[in-house]
């Protein structure tokens, strides 16, 4: 039995991990920009601060670009940009059985996200998935966002379980530190999004896998 088996609680990642939504992001920066005559520099998120978390991304956004709008308007207009896309996507392939097999084998899921709470739930209920998570934690609740641990180690805490019970699947290398950070075991899982970081990604994480196929034989 490997180490993956013996965990009582998988953590899931939402973009790039269970849905491919990576690239809505890039349109909506270039609307939401354009729109109040900026256009997206090339260094956007090269400045970005450690923690990118939905919360901590809406700040950096207002600060360099000197918004009048607050906060919680910037995340509200973020929503309902988004909303129509979240509300539709499907599941990665393989995704959705791999869910259905945990859930079937007792195994307690969580969601660890740097996404809003709204797009997180628009795709677990799209996806009729909401009840096999017992908990779902975003980015727009925490005021750190990954690498540092708070997402992961908030999700474990709701779940009742120790880090080290806990294996997190993962996209990014922001991901996988963070749940590394958070004492976890990870599995990083391929993604074409964060394809140039495969090399970092095999480093950091525990194991890496290409799809839910290899996925399921490192939980099974």
Known sequence: MTMFKQKKAIIFDLDGTLVDSMHVWEKVDIDFLEKRGHSVPADLF?????????????????????????????????????????????????????????????????????????????????????????????????????????????????????????????????GVEAAKNAGMSVIAIYNDFSKSDVPLLKQKADRFVHDYNELDSLLF
């Open 46 to 174: 090269s400045n970005l601060p450690q923690g990118d978390g939905l919360l901590s991304i809406a700040k950096y956004f207002k600060a360099r670009f000197s918004l009048p709008d607050d906060v919680d308007s910037i995340l509200d207009e973020w929503n309902s940009m988004l909303l129509d896309f979240y509300s539709q996507v499907t599941l990665i392939n393989g995704a959705y059985e791999l869910l259905g097999k945990l859930k079937n084998s007792h195994k307690i899921l969580g969601m660890g996200t740097s996404n809003s709470e709204v797009l997180a739930q628009a795709v677990l209920l799209n996806n009729k998935i909401r009840d096999y998570f017992s908990s779902v934690v975003t980015g727009c609740k925490l005021e750190r966002g990954k690498p540092f641990p708070d997402i992961y180690l908030t999700v474990a805490k709701e779940l009742g379980v120790r880090p080290e019970e806990c294996v997190v699947i993962e996209d990014t290398t922001h």
